[in-house]
């Protein structure tokens, strides 16, 4: 293991810089950081020769950290008093069962398969994060019932196969339904906990004995990548939330969106010239 740190010093350092650029976004957007991480180490993974497991392993293990991250970025957000619990309570039990549902099912999926899904996505979050608007309104609050099981579901579902925390959709979802855009980040990061616990250990299970995976890992999530952007992620996730409750988030938000397009177009041209 250390010989194989040593001979990927290049590896540490990027794995650091996700962990930065991952935390300052899981606070300022409540994204998560998994929109940052995953790529970057599966393009990683993928350069130094994992190309079979990188993106099972990006995603599990961006879910292992979500839950640093997220509950970093939360207990920051309900120091101002921002955080609804009552509605990171109620969406909770769905949120979980989506989130496990997704990750079996990402056991199952080739890797070009899940590229591709994560690629696409891309496209759509990027989109949002472009285009979309804090004043959009489409109810005057979150539904209940049914309503709420199958969009909790569904939010951890995708959350899961693509390894981002719940706060990219969940985010979207409060802002047409009523909430203002601070209490949407706020609330939003808490379903990041909700998803990467259940899925990260999912992962493990769906995992374990799988040929090809790094050195360290332990099923998909891979354990030094996992413990080395935590701690960058938790050290910049406070900073990220204090951003947002000072700053107009709409530039970066657009650049961010740029961003996340450029990575979408490299995974689909990886994914198709392969």
């Known amino acids: 293991m250390t010989e194989f740190l040593i001979e990927n010093w290049p590896l540490l350092i990027g794995l650091m810089a996700a962990g930065l650029a991952a935390g300052l976004a899981a606070g300022l957007f409540g994204i998560g950081g998994g929109a940052v991480i995953v790529p970057v180490l599966f393009f990683m993974l993928t350069a130094i020769g994992f190309e079979e497991t990188a993106m099972h392993v990006a995603v599990a293990t961006s879910l292992a950290t979500i839950i640093v991250t997220s509950a970093r970025s939360v207990m920051a957000h309900n120091k101002r008093g921002a955080v609804d619990w009552q509605v990171v309570k109620s969406w909770t039990p769905w949120i979980v069962l989506g989130a496990i549902s997704g990750m079996v099912l990402a056991g199952y999926i080739p890797g070009r398969g899940l590229t591709i899904l994560?690629?696409?996505?891309?496209?759509?979050?990027?989109?949002?994060?472009?285009?979309?608007?804090?004043?959009?309104?489409?109810?005057?609050?979150?539904?209940?019932?049914?309503?709420?099981?199958?969009?909790g579901g569904l939010i951890g579902a995708l959350s899961a196969l693509m390894g981002i925390g719940g706060g990219t959709f969940g985010v979207s979802l409060m802002t047409v339904c009523g909430r203002s855009i601070h209490q949407a980040v706020a609330t939003a990061a808490g379903f990041g906990i909700a998803i990467g616990a259940p899925a990260a250990v999912a992962a493990v299970f769906t995992g374990w004995g799988r040929e090809g995976l790094p050195p360290g890992s332990l099923g998909f999530v891979n354990l030094p990548a996992f413990a080395l952007i935590s701690v960058f992620t938790v050290t910049m996730a406070p900073v990220g939330a204090s951003l947002a409750h000072k700053l107009n988030p709409a530039l970066l938000r657009k650049m961010f969106g740029v961003l996340l397009a450029l990575v979408g177009t490299k995974m689909l041209l990886d994914s198709f010239t392969a």
């Open 118 to 151: 994560f690629g696409a996505m891309a496209f759509i979050l990027a989109a949002q994060l472009f285009f979309g608007r804090p004043t959009w309104k489409l109810a005057d609050d979150l539904p209940g019932g049914a309503g709420r099981a199958g969009l």
